[in-house]
Every structure is written in C-alpha cells, then in structure tokens.
C-alpha cells in the first residue's frame, strides 16, 4: 500500500471493514480461512482500529481433492475486496487468476516462506480458559513469559470486541489477559480467539488462541 495508506484485520475495530476474500477453484478444490497476520493497533483522531501498512500477505490454504494426477492444468481464481484507508476510505476490488501445472513438490519461492514462517503459530499447546465478568473476557493463558513488556492481544470477533487495549499481566498459572467487550456487543460470546503476541519466553512470538468461554 502507499505510505500513509492502511487496511484491516478480521476485526477492524470501531470503524473499517475486514478484507474478503471468494474464490472460484476447479472441482474438488477447497479453500479455507484467511490466516491473518499480526496487526497494528492505530488511532486515527479518537477511533481505535487494527490495521495493516504497506505491505500485507493474507495467506490460504487451498486443499486439492485426493485424486489429482500429475500433468494436469488448473486455474485458481479469487476475486479480493478490502477497504483502503487514509483521511477517507476507498472500496476495492481485484480478480485475479492463477494458472498451474500439477506435478511433484518443487522449490518454495523464498520470499513466500519468509511470510509463510511468520504467521502466527496454530499449534494447541497453548491451552487456556476464558470467562465473562464485568463485561470483560478475562482468559488465563498456561504459558509461562518472563517479561510481558510488548506483550499484545488482537480480538479476532468484531461483533463482540473492539480494537480497546488489552491488560496482559502474569500470574501463577500462566498469562491473564482482561479484553474489553465492545460497547455494541450484542451479548456473551461463546469463544475467545485473536492473536496473542508473546515477547519472550520458550513460547516467544505470535499464536493464535481460540478458547470456550465457560462462564458469564
């Protein structure tokens, strides 16, 4: 994006609108969830959002059905739309397409691994609890993090919370994060999920959560 020129996370915050994604893939194909990267958080005039600049890789996992035969060509297409943001917002829409010849594995571009390596981690092993109280989640991370200075929580559910700061603290069990309900939440949500970054520790970087509220 040019500088000065911004667009946004699966829950943009108070204002904004999230980037989609429709593909249109052969027979058997599938494509999953958009695997959103680590925000910013920005206030621009007295609104709080979560946005990416410059440059941003929104990656997917595009499954091929089991019986797929060497030597074959397919064409990927997806047609993009997001919202870009300066002073004023400007819609935008792309179609895009992708030609492909099936084969054995090859060489990855080095540039698409870098980005690839980045995104946050999905792993389970950071297993949490979450509950609902003075409308604010407050969710109990069991990973151990030396220091927290830095430490970040992006919310990925718009209907339920905003771009507010999170209070990440540690405590005997772990890390515990208290996030903000929205003042247009609608009620209870059911999960918790977003990016947590972590800033140091054996669990160092960023990993997406999605924990089960089990009280309000």
């Known amino acids: 994006m040019a500088p000065q020129w911004h667009s946004y996370y699966i829950n943009p915050g108070e204002s904004g609108q999230a980037t989609s994604i429709k593909w ?15 925000p910013i958080r920005k206030v ?11 440059n941003v890789y929104l990656i997917t996992t595009i499954t091929p059905p089991k019986n797929l035969r060497s030597g074959m060509s397919v064409r990927l297409g997806a047609t993009a ?3 870009l943001c300066r002073e004023a917002c400007v819609p935008q ?26 995104q946050p981690s999905r792993s389970p092993t950071l297993i949490g609890q979450a509950k609902i109280v003075d409308k604010h989640a407050e969710v109990k991370v069991a990973v151990v993090a ?19 700061v999170s209070e990440i603290k540690s ?28 800033p140091s520790g054996a669990a160092k970087g960023a990993h997406w959560i999605d924990i089960q509220v089990t009280e309000h």
Not at 44 to 54: S, W
Request: no cysteine.
């Open 81 to 83: 739309s997001w919202l």
């Open 44 to 54: 621009i005039g007295d609104v709080a959002g979560f946005i990416y600049e410059d």
């Open 146 to 164: 030396p220091d927290l200075v830095g430490a970040q929580f992006f919310p990925a559910d718009p209907t339920y919370f905003g771009a507010d």
């Open 24 to 38: 249109k893939l052969p027979p058997g194909f599938k494509a999953g969830p958009i695997l959103w990267p680590v």
């Open 93 to 118: 829409k792309s179609s895009l397409e992708l030609k492909l010849r099936t084969g054995p594995k090859g060489n990855p571009n080095p540039d698409f691994a870098k980005v690839v390596s980045a």
């Open 171 to 198: 405590v005997s069990s772990g890390i515990s994060l208290r996030v903000p309900l929205s003042k247009y939440s609608p009620g209870i949500p059911r999960r918790i999920t977003g990016i947590l970054v972590i």
